[in-house]
């Protein structure tokens, strides 16, 4: 289909040039030796009409080169995994009709989004980007986890798996369900589950082995005092309950815990071994009296690197994510039947007995261990992913054996400065192009030769605007990181009167007056211990200009010159 589209181009400019050599041309007869439609040659003749393919499109704000250098720039920050939003990209589509010497227009509210659709890559794709925490994912480095299971594997070599274990909470929230399918002929009237958006938060505290075993619960209530309604149902005597005031681990519990952790897990060790607990950051995991208490019993800590338990520690993986979707799938089932929410702390614990035993089974506890790499250890699991999910890092060759030296420039037509000097700015590429219209007009110059320089220019221009791009994206990153890179004070300002209101005069009143305080007593220090070295004051300058200074060189015993004695003369 191309190849036709681009013959019946041909045969109609063919055409057109035969019939503008004559007087009275015959359009029909014309139109049917050539194959071609009467009606555009009518047009092409007769009303002088262009090409459509010629013709600039009157709606579009930005021309061909401008849109596939603001492309190629949108591939270049995809690609340094940067992706930009839609209003990124019109900005710097305002930024580039800017450049072209049109600041007053604008692209449209609905362009980027027309741009989008019709954008020549078919993998780029309108996708929501998801906000994480800064420091977890400035830690996404794999050498740093490659190095931490180096360590890991130097530990427990030789360490069997019953003496492995992971220490961590997790928390509840009562009366929280989660959205579930339902058979059912009606289409709009379905029943909704109740539930609590902002219920009571309950911590548990769990410890399992890479064996399967796990120790008994740790449940904290938020409260001050035990209450005998928690207790109405029969649970496990070993399970553990305690009270705090936000209902999370603190200082004193985890000490309190790590000394129950010796007394369920005695029974496990034999004579001469040492037990491994892995623990995450957390503070209370890492007091003096926590890591005191583990060290006199035996029990070696070993901790996870920061914001990385998410990738690397057992429990928050299948674990944790079963414990809390068998705790929702509880809620639905008690709403659905009309059985009331779990919304209160007295029936938390019965629940807890009935879906802990179906979330923590023995096989999901063994594989945590094994699908984090922890033991076996195995760096690959977990750092093969961080790596498939970083963007590849491009192969750059060029191939210069089959490339011609180029054939000079036509002389006595272009200026050496238009010859030599690159184009820098879109304004440098139209100077350029007009420079060059008188050659466009010679009789000598061939149509494959007008084409070949216009497409030189073309491509010049494009280069130019993905430069002016690529500039103004560094400049964009500069501008953004400049504030945040400043060193922060913790200084306080002085001399201020506390009214409830700083006025920046005020404020930049007290920093000049601190810096000055500062300077003189650096001043003083200086003089100071110039005098003890040399056993005079250096000079200092003066405020009056009416005094001529002269100054003596002093010499030391080696010949050099040490100082300056001033002397004044009116």
């Given amino acids: 289909m191309a190849d036709f589209y681009e013959n019946e181009v041909f045969r109609m400019e063919e055409a057109v040039g035969y019939a503008s050599t004559l007087k009275k041309p015959n ?6 030796e050539y194959a071609i ?8 003749v007769r009303q002088k009409s262009t090409p459509r393919i010629q013709r600039k499109p009157q709606n579009k704000a930005l021309n061909d080169v401008q849109e596939k250098a603001l492309s190629f720039w949108i591939r270049s920050l995809d690609e340094a995994f940067i992706p930009p939003t839609p209003n990124i990209i019109e900005q710097w589509a305002n930024l580039t009709l800017a450049r072209s010497g049109t600041s007053d227009r604008t692209v449209g509210k609905n362009w980027v989004y027309r741009f989008i659709q019709r954008f020549p890559d078919v993998d780029f794709e309108m996708r929501r980007q998801k906000v994480i925490d800064s420091k977890r994912m400035s ?25 492995v274990y992971n220490f961590d909470e997790t928390g509840f929230q009562l009366g929280q369900g989660q959205t579930q399918k339902v058979f059912t002929r009606h289409k709009t009237k379905i ?6 958006e902002h219920g009571e938060r309950v911590t548990v505290a769990e410890c399992i082995a890479a064996d399967g075993w796990r120790m008994e619960p740790l449940v904290i209530f938020k409260g001050r005092h035990q209450m005998e309604a928690w207790y109405d149902t029969k649970l496990p005597e070993e399970w553990m309950t305690a009270t705090t005031e936000k209902g999370y681990m603190v200082d004193e519990l985890a000490v309190l815990w790590i000394k129950e952790f010796d007394r369920q897990t005695q ?31 035996g ?40 059985g009331g929410l779990t919304a209160n702390k007295n029936s938390f614990l019965e629940d807890l007995m009935g879906f802990r035993d179906k979330a923590l089974t023995q096989r999901v506890c063994r594989n945590a261990f094994r699908e984090r790499g922890i033991y076996p250890v195995n760096a690959k699991i977990v750092c093969q992913k961080l790596e498939d999910a970083l963007p590849p890092i491009p192969d750059i060759s060029i191939d210069l054996r089959d490339q011609k030296t180029p054939s000079p420039p036509l002389e006595n037509i272009l200026s050496s400065s238009l010859e030599n000097t690159p184009s820098k700015t879109t304004e440098d590429v139209q100077k350029r192009r007009k420079k060059l219209a008188p050659l466009m007009e010679l009789d000598s110059i061939t149509p494959r030769q007008k084409r070949t320089l216009d497409q030189i220019l073309t ?35 002085l001399n201020l009167k506390d009214d409830g209101i700083l006025r920046v005069k005020d404020a930049n009143r007290s920093i000049a007056e601190r ?16 005098k003890k070295r040399f056993g005079f004051e250096p000079s200092r300058p003066s405020t009056d200009k009416s005094p001529i200074v002269s100054s003596t060189p002093i010499l030391g015993d080696n010949g050099d010159i040490i100082a300056y004695q001033d002397s004044f003369s009116i």
Avoid at 312 to 317: E, M, R, S, T
Avoid at 467 to 474: E, K, L, M, P, V
Avoid at 520 to 527: F, L, Q, S, T
Wanted: proline fraction near 4%.
């Fill in 299 to 338: 029990i070696k800590i070993f901790g996870f690197p920061p914001n990385k338990t998410n990738y690397i520690q057992p429990l928050d993986g299948k674990p944790f994510l079963a414990y809390k979707a068998y705790f929702r799938q509880q809620n639905n089932l008690i709403s659905q039947w009309g």
């Fill in 267 to 297: 029974h496990r060790v034999k004579q001469g071994e040492q037990r491994i607990l892995l623990v995450d950051g957390c503070g209370s995991h890492l007091t003096f009296e926590f890591l005191n208490s583990a060290e006199k019993a």
């Fill in 459 to 493: 491509e010049m221009d494009f280069h130019v605007q993905a430069i002016q791009n690529a500039s103004s994206t560094i400049a964009k990153i500069a501008q953004i990181q400049a504030p945040r890179a400043k060193k922060s004070t913790k200084r306080r300002l």
């Fill in 191 to 196: 029943p909704r589950l109740a539930g609590e």
């Fill in 37 to 44: 439609s009467y009606y555009t040659l009518y047009r092409r």
């Fill in 139 to 163: 830690h996404e480095d794999v050498a740093i986890l490659e190095h931490w299971y180096d360590l890991l594997d130097k530990i427990l070599d030789g360490v069997p798996e019953r003496l």
């Fill in 27 to 32: 359009l029909t007869q014309i139109a049917e």
């Fill in 515 to 530: 810096r000055a305080k500062e300077d003189e007593k650096e001043d003083r220090r200086v003089a100071k211990d110039f």
